[in-house]
């Protein structure tokens, strides 16, 4: 019984561990920040809040505020591994693009018409 519990104890920890990346520069003016949980025990958009708030800190410690560039989650919760990209810039509060984010949706597929 007791061995049962330990297992059952260190799986729920285990499930519930997801690792930040550094932030590391991507292009001009922008960052990567990825976190995962090979455990798949956070959805995707759970990780992307995480993502969101470690850009957000790393833009306030330079007095800026982060600018969404893109975004991008993979996995199924509880299934497969789960992890989010977002790459964004920090930027000076009064610069004219610290707007609300137009985010849309990328195509997965794009069908190019030949005539």
């Known amino acids: 019984m007791s061995r049962l519990f330990i297992v059952l104890s260190t799986l729920t920890i285990l499930s519930g561990c997801a690792s930040t990346s550094d932030i590391v ?20 958009g ?3 809040v995480k993502a969101a708030q470690d850009a957000s800190a790393y833009c306030a410690k330079q007095g800026k505020v982060m600018r969404v560039r893109n975004t991008s989650g ?10 989010s990209n977002l790459i964004f810039s920090c930027i000076a509060e009064s610069d004219p693009e610290n707007t609300r984010p137009a985010l849309r949706k990328e195509a997965d597929v794009v069908i190019e018409r030949r005539d």
């Not at 520069?25 to 995707?44: A, E, I, R, T």
């Open 25 to 44: 520069p991507y292009g001009k003016d922008s960052y990567l920040v990825n976190v995962d949980d090979v455990w798949g025990g956070h959805s995707p």
């Open 74 to 83: 993979s996995g199924v919760t509880g299934w497969t591994s789960t992890s």
């Open 46 to 48: 759970k990780l992307q």
